[in-house]
Structures are given as structure tokens and as C-alpha cells.
């Protein structure tokens, strides 16, 4: 019923920045937080930014002032600018959403696939 889509990710030298973004489409009703976390090979997955319905946002610690993370509510759309990127940036990012859905209304969490960030020289 519901797909988040990421899109943005690649391979960048250290310093360099990308532009992660995700969509959302089916049938929603209303989208409440969205976030992007990331997972590192043999590692957990992690918070990254999180960013409410009325844009309020909040950021782990290791990526304050490099990272920001908007969203265009009449879209459906979130996206993560990312600067200064650093090799332990390196990790496939996911997009999660919690999202009400209409027929039938129900609430419930969404991830989409996954996206590739490689931090190299």
C-alpha cells in the first residue's frame, strides 16, 4: 500500500557532499515523523535525522552541522543534504516514515530500500 523510495547515493571523496532523497507514494493519508538512519557493514543501524510533520528537526551528535534533513510535505518527499562527508560516513542509508494510511486507516512504519553512500579517495 505504501513504498519509500531513496534515491542520491553513490561514491564521493572525503569533503565531498551529497544529496540523498526519498519518496513516498500509495495511499496516504498523513505522514507523521520521517527519518534516515544508516547501517555500516557489521554494524547496527543508527538514527541519523529525524524531522517531524512541522519540520522540526534533530540530528545525532556525528553529524550536527554536516548534515541537514528537510522534507516537502505536499510531495511526500524527505531528503538528507550531507557535507563535509567523511569515510566513516560510508554506510547504505535508509529512509523510514510513520504514515497513516486511508482504506484502511491504519498507522504504521514504513522503510524504504536502502542507499549506498561510499566515502573514498
Known amino acids: 500500500q505504501v513504498q519509500l523510495v531513496e534515491s542520491g547515493g553513490g561514491l564521493v571523496q572525503p569533503g565531498g557532499s551529497l544529496r540523498l532523497s526519498c519518496a513516498a507514494s500509495g495511499r496516504i493519508s498523513t505522514i507523521y515523523n520521517m527519518d534516515w538512519y544508516r547501517q555500516a557493514p557489521g554494524k547496527q543501524r543508527e538514527l541519523v535525522a529525524t524531522i517531524t510533520s512541522d519540520g522540526t528537526s534533530n540530528y545525532a551528535d556525528f553529524v550536527k552541522g554536516r548534515f541537514t534533513i528537510s522534507r516537502d510535505n505536499a510531495k511526500n518527499t524527505v531528503s538528507l543534504q550531507m557535507n563535509s562527508l567523511k569515510p566513516e560516513d560510508t554506510a547504505a542509508y535508509y529512509c523510514?516514515?510513520?504514515?497513516?494510511?486511508?482504506?484502511?486507516?491504519?498507522?504504521?512504519?514504513?522503510w524504504g530500500q536502502g542507499t549506498q553512500v561510499t566515502v573514498s579517495s
Open positions: 523510514r516514515a510513520i504514515i497513516r494510511t486511508s482504506f484502511p486507516s491504519a498507522i504504521n512504519t514504513y
